[in-house]
């Protein structure tokens, strides 16, 4: 399978400047980039402190401007979410694009805080599995009746259906064990973590890869992708310093650029994007946080020279 990179839309709003995302779409697809991506807010909690537009909004948005780009949300975190709502979400996202979205999802953090505005806490994992089931069957099923655990549906229909058959493709962002085995045997692909380092994604490929042979399944056709959190400038301290500058704030953890990123010329980007492919990438999701155009041209080159 070959390696394919994308590139993340700009959400986070910053001293009053607008958000680009049209034009970063519009962009990326004119260089070549294989799709576009978005957080989903709410995988930080939704009273988050970064500014951040919404997700999926972006990709509407981003798919009113393109044509042929994938567009990729990474990832949604299906607890916090009623499945039903979200599914047609989703079907209207892949409507309007012509069949162009990716959908990742995640089990995500456990947050106490959250109880008082209504979420719900504990159980996550077997809710997310049951979300997953609901939002294929709504997709497929004329009608769907799923006497589940957490929700029960009696014969509801959702339409119109999404346009890709028999609905986008899930991958599962995952880092936990438990998690990656999940992700082997009920998704379309997997989305290591931008907030992970390359050696982290390493380890998690080949956790996933043992749990792909034990499902039946064939671990090289099975897609794996990787946000990487990365700035290209022609010094490594310039990157690493403007990146950790938006970076550390929004994960409040002082050196998270230094751990996870990658940064520095061209050249020494290129060598850390291979590094990832040779573990088993397949799609690598680069998420510049700054500049964002000036860096998109930047980063269509480092793409270039390391999937050669």
Not at 122 to 143: N, P
Not at 234 to 246: F, I, M, N, P, S
Request: glycine letters at 10%; a negative charge.
């Amino acid at each position: 399978m070959s390696v394919r990179f994308s590139a993340a839309l700009p959400q986070l709003v910053a001293d009053g400047r607008p958000v680009v995302v049209a034009e970063v779409a519009r962009q990326a697809e004119a260089l070549g980039f294989s799709g576009v991506w978005t957080l989903d807010p709410a995988a930080g909690g939704m009273t988050g402190h970064a500014p951040v537009i919404d997700g999926l909004h972006a990709l509407s948005h981003a798919a009113a401007v393109t044509d042929s780009i994938a567009l990729g949300v990474a990832v949604i975190v299906l607890p916090r979410r009623n499945p039903v709502l979200l599914a047609k979400e989703l079907a209207s996202i892949d409507r309007l694009s012509g069949g162009r979205l990716v959908v990742g999802v995640g089990v995500g953090l456990e947050d106490p805080s959250l109880a008082p505005l209504g979420f719900p806490v504990g159980r996550r994992a077997a809710r997310f599995a049951e979300a997953v089931d609901i939002m294929r069957a709504l997709w497929l099923a004329s009608r769907t009746t799923y006497p589940g655990e957490f929700w029960q549906l009696n014969a509801l229909e959702l339409g119109p259906k999404p346009v890709q058959r028999p609905g986008p493709p899930i991958w599962i962002g995952a880092s936990a064990e438990p998690a990656l085995q999940r992700a082997a045997h009920i998704g379309d692909g997997w989305i290591g973590a931008g907030s992970s380092s390359s050696a982290d994604f390493a380890r998690h490929v080949d956790v996933l890869d043992a749990a792909l042979d034990e499902a039946g399944r064939d671990p090289a056709s099975f897609p794996k992708a990787k946000r990487v959190y990365i700035a290209v400038e022609d010094d490594e301290r310039t990157a690493r310093e403007r990146l950790g500058a938006v970076l550390d704030p929004m994960y409040r953890s002082e050196g998270m650029a230094d751990r996870v990123a990658v940064c520095g010329p061209p050249e020494q980007c290129v060598v850390a994007l291979r590094e990832l492919i040779a573990a088993g990438a397949t799609e690598l999701l680069l998420h510049g946080l700054y500049d964002p155009l000036e860096q998109l041209e930047r980063l269509a080159e480092v793409a270039r020279l390391a999937g050669e």
